[in-house]
């Protein structure tokens, strides 16, 4: 045991913990709210079809996934077209040689 009493969190008490009771004092301002209704209650008929239910739901759910799985892949993307050895095969454009505008010269 250590001196002091402090510890690392254990042998606190009950009382001491956070969010517990009134902290202000006076009458708890939950009283009035009433204690939710109980779960409703099944018996085992009940509870084996809706387990039956879910069990048909999970086997139509893994038949369809196997369906799309064995069902042939999409087409592949066409091949994107080389369009440089088209661009180059063009003839360059003339030199520019004069214009009519001189303004168009300093551009």
């Not at 879910?54 to 799985?69: F, S, V």
């Not at 030199?95 to 505008?101: A, F, I, L």
């Amino acid at each position: 045991m250590n001196a002091g009493g402090r510890g690392k969190g254990r042998g606190r008490g009950r009382d001491r913990g956070r969010g517990r009771g009134n902290p202000g004092g006076g009458p708890d301002p939950n009283a009035n709210i009433p204690p939710p209704p109980p779960p409703p209650q099944f018996n085992v008929a009940q509870l084996m079809a809706m387990q039956t239910q879910i069990l048909h739901g999970i086997t139509a759910t893994m038949a369809n996934l196997q369906t799309q799985q064995n069902q042939a892949p999409p087409p592949p993307p066409p091949q994107p077209r080389d369009k440089h050895r088209e661009f180059m095969s063009h003839k360059p454009p003339p030199p520019y040689s004069h214009s009519t505008d001189p303004l168009q010269l300093d551009d």
